[in-house]
């Protein structure tokens, strides 16, 4: 079992910068490939950024690259998510979760924890 609680977020006007922290808790966290999601209301939860157990690899959805960085500290068992030049856009709550199943980095059933979410509000 994993325990994963998100915190960080907040309201912003846009082009400002948060910092998203994921803490860990359980199995051995630095074995998992860790993945950040948001979902805003009325929309499907979406695939933001994921990260290998080794910080070495990381992946990005489009609208986020270059803006957006994700790492992790696996002494501090923590995976964080910088935010950088934020939008209005970008107002969702943010999910961080640990991947365990074999399959794509981007689908949300191959995750099997998931933190309970914190707000990001962007406003223009």
């Known amino acids: 079992q994993v325990q994963l609680v998100e915190s960080g977020g907040g309201l912003v006007q846009a082009g400002d910068s948060l910092r998203l922290s994921c803490a860990a808790s359980?199995?051995?966290?630095?074995?998992?490939?860790m993945g950040w999601f948001r979902q805003a209301p009325g929309k499907e939860r979406e695939f933001v950024a994921v990260i290998r157990w080794n910080g070495g690899n990381t992946y990005y959805v489009d609208s986020v690259k270059g803006r957006f960085t994700i790492s992790r500290d696996n002494a501090k068992n923590t995976v964080y998510l910088q935010m950088n030049s934020l939008k209005p856009e970008d107002t969702a709550v943010y999910y961080c979760a640990a991947k365990t199943r074999v399959g794509g980095v981007s689908a949300s059933g191959n995750y099997d924890y998931w933190g309970q979410g914190t707000q990001v509000t962007v406003s223009s």
């Open positions: 359980g199995r051995t966290f630095s074995s998992f490939t």
